[in-house]
């Protein structure tokens, strides 16, 4: 049997940056990655390893200094509305209400197409009620809804998420973590989420890629084969939390493990 194209191919990247005196500084090498359609791929690694940039080179922002990205086995040279980002510092337009920044991709559909799609996509991040308020009288992670739910009324094949809950409160990333999950489940969409919170990636994904410091290079793909939602007492998840940890050459706390 045919395997089917798979969504995503990250193809031996590599990534130098040059700096302003001429000094190559290498960020990424030999990468390889192979996602499959509607899989939710969380990507960890320490500070400054080149997660970001990764991300950057698969959506097509940047391209890198040597090896390729395949989506849907088509080779990606620039970035593409089917492919869309969220960042940590929140983007939406402050002088738009809730109800124009969800629609603002939208616009050359058609006022009924836009006004369904918004009222879908309002009530999937639950801001229902809050149609026309502006993003000044919403909290933090309200306004990451209004994103998440603006990033997907574009209907978008892939998501792109660099540290989406990263600016937001512990309870509230937990219960927007919670909320990722059923909305992915929901919308089947693919995802490559950067996170450096090894909890949070045990918590989403359905495989975590962890990353060795810059130069960096995956040290391990870990499965996470865990019904949803997680029980995040059990020993199962406990175990591949702590495996990751020790990937990192950290121990189950975050610390760094002794030598
Ligand atoms: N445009 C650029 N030009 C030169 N160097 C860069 C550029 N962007 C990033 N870097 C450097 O490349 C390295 C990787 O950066 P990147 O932001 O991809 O890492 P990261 O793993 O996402 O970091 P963090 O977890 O802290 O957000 C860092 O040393 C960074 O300073």
Redesign the pocket.
Known sequence: MTQPTPKIELRDLQLE???RDGAV?P?LQSIDLTVREGEFICIV????????????IACGFLQPTRGQVLIDGTVVQRPDRRRVFIFQNNAVFPWLTVQQNIGFGLLDQSPKERDEAVRHYTEMVGLTGFEQAYPRELSGGMNQRVEIARALAADPDVLYM??PLGALDFLTRLKMRTDLVEIWRRTQKTILF?T?DVEESVQLADRVVV?SP?P?EIRAILDVDLPRPRNLDSPEYLAIRDKIFRTMGLDHSGMQAEA
């Open positions: 940056y040059s700096g500084m960020v690694g320490p500070s400054g390893c080149g997660k970001s940039t990764l991300l950057n660099d540290e950067v450096h990353m810059r960096a």
